[in-house]
């Protein structure tokens, strides 16, 4: 069972019916402040608040504490007009750092660009520099746990496939720590040769060996006071994880060729993407620096886990490129559905890299699903269409009401000389039907449904099958 996780205050009844539709799409579980009487751990986790229009105090305050202690920590969405405005956005208040305003009438885009915003404030940056966009429960998870473990100096270990991000995690740690202010080095251990790795990391004097023609800093003594982000730590050779095993309990190190001993003051994050347990079944990893790591395992989810996060990280993608003076580009339904379809073994760095082929090959145009590469184009069939939209371009002339014609659009009747998609097509027209019911209803998927002349079951798959709507009220 999926647990109410947005809390909405809010007196207007059509601004209600907007704030939570809009949550929904967006994949959260929003519930009325004014249905709700009582919370339990098995029916509530809140993540966020909404505050609207306010008409009754006390009401509104009894709502407010449903909130509990989460009230200290989570995300608030604030109506620009809402008469608590002032209370939460001024900056004196407690809530400023995260709080974000909106304005009606609402957009889907408006609200999870706030909410984007929000979290990045809560991870100690600005929105441009925003780590992991997002709001599935994975995220929102992964996003949590670096909050908590960025105030304290404990050893992590990043655990998750290439590409999903393992070294941004290390920098949201240490950007949102007390050690942000001091140097972040990283350091590859796989891309280093084992005979190599060891004056990486510990430095050597001059003469060490053959040329070693001048003293040179290692990698600990750069990152002193700050952190230290070991990369791929499972391909570093058992000699070596023993020389480490030695300086994470000691805080001390020699450089190569060198007898002094260097104290140290770092904090250690390690990644890999291998399974270390196993590794350590194999004798091919010491399991007490495993231990020694893995204090705080942080486990990232790959992008398969995380479908309903694929429009967020396209905007970004698009908004980085955009930066860089590249064209931006959009993804028709049909492409968004078969991207979906996808597995993507390369994660988020091969989303990343898909948005930019296509920014080059579209710039400033609409990708369908005939333009992806093969791969990603997925092998199933396109839906039937429901309805006039289906029947629009198959007749000349679309029949309305009692003895009233009306002639197609030629942009409907017409075949463009290059041709086109017809599954893509037919997709982007019934995704745009559907909105515009929803926009008439106020989001109510009942009464977009009898607008669409189809069962409510019918319209909550076509909802989940275009990815506009990730949970749905009961």
């Known amino acids: 069972m999926q647990k109410f996780d947005f809390l909405v205050i809010e007196s207007d009844e059509t601004r209600v019916n907007s704030v939570l539709s809009a949550l929904h799409f967006l994949g959260y579980r929003p519930q009325h402040g004014a249905a709700c009487t009582e919370i339990d751990e098995a029916t509530h986790a809140w993540r966020a608040v909404y505050i609207g ?28 007009d809402s008469p608590w405005a002032e209370r939460f956005s001024a900056p004196t208040s407690p809530f400023a750092a995260r709080v974000a305003t909106l ?10 660009e706030a909410m984007r915003n ?29 909050r908590q473990v960025a105030p304290f100096d404990s050893s992590v270990l990043v655990l998750g496939e ?14 949102s720590s007390p050690r942000r202010d001091k140097p972040f080095v990283a350091i590859n251990c796989g891309a280093i040769p084992a005979e190599l790795l060891e004056s990486e990391l510990f430095g050597h004097e001059k003469g060490a060996f053959t040329g070693a023609i001048t003293a040179r800093k290692g990698r600990f003594e750069m990152a002193e006071g700050g952190t230290l982000f070991l990369d791929e730590i499972g391909d570093m050779s058992l000699p070596m994880q ?25 904090r250690i994050i390690a990644a890999t993407h291998r399974n270390l347990e196993q590794s350590i079944a194999n004798d091919q990893f010491r399991e007490d620096l495993f231990y020694r790591l893995s204090v705080f395992p942080l486990e990232l989810p790959s992008l398969r886990e995380r479908l309903e996060d694929l429009p967020p990280l396209i905007t970004e993608f ?102 086109l998609d017809l599954k893509d097509h037919l997709a982007d027209i019934e995704v745009g039907l559907i909105r515009q019911a929803l926009d008439a209803t106020g989001g109510v998927v009942a009464h977009a449904a009898r607008l669409l002349h189809m069962q409510r079951t019918t319209l909550v798959e076509k909802l989940r099958k275009y990815g506009l709507q990730n949970s749905l009220a009961a």
């Not at 290439?162 to 950007?175: L, Q």
């Not at 994470?248 to 770092?266: P, S």
């Not at 860089?324 to 597995?343: E, K, N, P, W």
């Open 242 to 266: 023993v020389k480490l095993l030695r300086v994470l309990q000691e805080r001390a190190y020699e450089r190569v060729g060198g007898n002094k001993t260097q104290r140290c003051d770092v």
């Open 118 to 146: 929000i979290y990045a404030r809560l991870l100690g940056g600005q929105s441009s520099g925003l780590r992991f966009v997002g709001n599935s429960a994975p995220m929102v998870r992964v996003n949590a746990l670096i």
């Open 53 to 80: 229009g306010i008409d009754d105090v006390a009401e509104a305050e009894r709502q407010f504490s449903l909130l509990g202690a989460t009230a200290a920590h989570i995300p608030v969405l604030l109506a620009e």
């Open 162 to 175: 290439s590409g999903t991000g393992k070294e941004m995690v290390a920098r949201a740690i240490h950007e």
């Open 318 to 419: 698009n908004q980085r490129l955009a930066r860089r003076g590249l064209g931006v580009v959009r993804f028709s339904a049909g492409a968004m559905q078969s991207l979906r379809a996808h597995a993507w073994p390369g994660n988020v760095r091969e989303l990343s890299n898909l948005v930019e082929r296509m920014a080059i090959l579209f710039p400033h145009g609409e990708v369908r699903s005939s333009d992806l590469p093969e791969k990603y184009r997925g092998q199933h069939a396109g839906d039937e269409v429901h309805g006039a939209a289906l029947l629009a371009l198959m007749d000349d002339e679309l029949h309305t009401g009692e003895g009233m014609v009306h002639p197609v659009s030629e942009s409907l009747r017409m075949l463009p000389e290059h041709g």
């Open 103 to 112: 304005a009606f009438p609402l957009r889907y885009e408006k609200m999870a």
